[in-house]
């Protein structure tokens, strides 16, 4: 066999191994991060946000889970994102009788078997009318 031959198999083996490294890296594990557009929102308003994966594309059909004005420490909220990884919380709600607990927050994607879980650090105050 020619030598060029060999080389030509070497280069064929390392650009097998590198897609494979590529497809796997793409396709298992990878990390989101949860966006909201806005910090503040009126009171009968609504707010939006997205669930990322690293490379930018909106993560569809996943669930985030979150704390609403009123409820009870523990007690949290779902909704499914769409298919371009967006969702929206409508009408926010202000409750005189909650205080300090008049925001949405804890905003949590669990992950799965793909992508990796993320958390929103910050929270969405409700201003009242």
Same mark, same amino acid.
């Not at 994966?53 to 769409?82: F, W």
């Not at 992508?115 to 009318?129: G, H, K, L, Q, S």
């Given at each position: 066999?020619?030598?060029?031959?060999? %080389?030509? #198999? $070497? #280069?064929?083996?390392?650009?097998? /191994?590198?897609?494979?490294?590529?497809?796997?890296?793409?396709?298992?594990?990878?990390?989101? +991060? /949860? /966006? $909201?557009?806005?910090?503040?929102?009126?009171?009968?308003?609504?707010?939006?946000?997205?669930?990322?994966?690293?490379?930018?594309?909106? +993560?569809?059909?996943?669930? #985030? +889970?979150?704390?609403?004005?009123?409820?009870?420490?523990?007690?949290? *909220?779902?909704? +499914?994102?769409?298919?371009?990884?967006?969702? $929206? $919380?409508?009408?926010?709600?202000?409750?005189?009788?909650?205080?300090?607990?008049?925001?949405?927050?804890?905003?949590?994607?669990?992950g799965d078997d793909k992508?990796?879980?993320?958390? %929103?650090?910050?929270? *969405?105050?409700? #201003?009242?009318?």
């Open positions: 066999m020619e030598k060029q031959s060999y %080389y030509l #198999i $070497i #280069i064929l083996i390392a650009l097998v /191994i590198s897609l494979g490294v590529f497809w796997f890296q793409f396709n298992n594990d990878v990390a989101t +991060v /949860i /966006i $909201i557009n806005q910090t503040e929102v009126q009171e009968g308003e609504s707010f939006a946000g997205m669930l990322m994966d690293s490379y930018g594309n909106g +993560v569809a059909n996943k669930t #985030i +889970v979150y704390h609403q004005p009123g409820y009870e420490l523990g007690t949290l *909220v779902d909704v +499914v994102t769409n298919e371009d990884g967006g969702f $929206i $919380i409508e009408n926010a709600q202000y409750l005189p009788d909650a205080g300090n607990d008049n925001y949405y927050g804890d905003f949590s994607f669990g992508y990796r879980a993320c958390t %929103y650090e910050a929270n *969405v105050t409700v #201003i009242p009318n």
